[in-house]
């Protein structure tokens, strides 16, 4: 698990890893400090050579799969290629430059 000012990023080797680890930390936030993990803007995503759905809920709402998001100022994506990254970099610099 890293953290990062107010986001929390968790790295699980499959989904039942995810959803166990999630639980926990939902129990550990809920009892001990009175928080909950927002479940609605709480997003995951599998990276993957295939394409692969997840089915985990946190308190009813099932978590938001999505093929890419930005961490730390990357573009991830489900398969692992970083080609969106490097143009939307280019294009926050401005250089002109040619992909192949």
């Known amino acids: 698990m890293l953290r990062f ?6 790295k ?6 995810l959803k166990r680890t ?14 909950k993990i ?4 709480t997003e995951a995503i599998i990276f993957s050579k295939y394409s ?20 730390l100022g990357s ?4 398969d692992g290629e970083n080609k969106e990254d490097i143009i939307q970099r280019i294009l926050v610099v401005g250089s002109p430059c040619i992909l192949v």
Do not use: C, G, W
């Open 22 to 35: 999630l639980e926990r930390l939902h129990n550990i936030l809920k009892t001990n400090y009175r928080m």
């Open 52 to 71: 692969e759905n997840i089915n985990i809920k946190m308190d009813e709402d099932a978590l938001k799969q999505v093929p890419k998001f930005k961490h």
């Open 38 to 41: 927002n479940s609605i803007k």
């Open 12 to 17: 699980a080797q499959d989904e039942i890893n």
């Open 75 to 78: 573009i991830l994506t489900v």
């Open 5 to 10: 000012a107010d986001d929390t990023e968790i």
